[in-house]
């Protein structure tokens, strides 16, 4: 850590472009939510039968809409398991130090760095603590509080079914997340937002994250041609971000969970804010 707390002080108390973190299932994973691809992820726990690119599809949704609700009322009730953990509120007291100059961006969609108390957080895979109706006629609404979360094996009962209908047109709701047959897009993505924050970003913080959807991949590309500083935390070591950016100078690898690592980042940052 000690070539990196050099690398935060020049960058820090010289330059003034962004430091910005970019956060995926694995911070999450520390607070009992399973990752998507793991032997015990998400994908595989609650789609038996289901790949993901089939399943966690507009097209099947519309196809099967009580099946993926069921999945999702599922997800739901991992979701209020679950609670942020040390790398969560680690990131809350870094944006606190740092102000404006600290930027968020999640791929996580479960609202655990809001419950910590970061203020700022751009979620590029939407949030599922919200729904949109799925004719688009309304944008994102909290969920329905009277729709209760299931075990994946409960059915949806007559009420769930009206209480997930667009109160202006009647359409089915949809879970307020981007699936494997949409783009990315700024109004309900942080498309443009997320190239900004690259394009003026002096150093990256990858975290819990293995590069396998295209927006994060192309954020970290994006820092790396502008020769920007690069740092991986994840204990694993192998992942496709540490593959692209391999030979890079300006790459710190920190093998070490985010629930271990950020609480360290954060005392590192108020030790250089105080000097």
Known sequence: MEELQSILHTIIKEKQGYIT??????????????TYRSIDGIWIKGTKYHRPEEFGTFRYFSQETEEVWQYNLFWK????????????YALTEIEALLGDRFKLITQNVDGLHQRSGTQKVYEIHGNKQKVRCSKECSGPIDFP??????????????E????????????????????????????????DTAYHIADHTDILFVVGTS???????NIVETVK?????????????????????????????????????LPQLKIMIEEILKA
Not at 211 to 217: I, Q, Y
Request: aromatic share 10%.
């Open 160 to 191: 769930d079914i009206e209480n997930l209908k667009c109160e202006k047109c009647g359409s089915w709701l949809r879970p307020h997340t981007l699936w494997f047959d949409e783009s990315y897009n700024e109004k309900y993505y942080h498309f």
């Open 225 to 261: 041609i502008r020769a920007k500083h690069v740092v991986i935390i994840n204990p694993e070591n192998d992942t496709y971000f540490h593959y692209i950016l391999r030979g890079m100078k300006t790459l710190v690898s920190v093998q070490e969970s985010s629930s271990a690592a």
């Open 21 to 34: 973190f970019l956060t995926g299932a694995g911070i999450s994973a520390e607070s009992g939510l399973p």
């Open 77 to 88: 009730k991992l979701i209020a398991e679950a609670q942020p953990n040390d790398g969560h």
């Open 145 to 158: 509080e009277a729709v209760k979360q299931k075990e994946y094996t409960e059915d949806l009962t007559q």
């Open 211 to 217: 590069g396998s959807t295209a927006l994060p991949v």
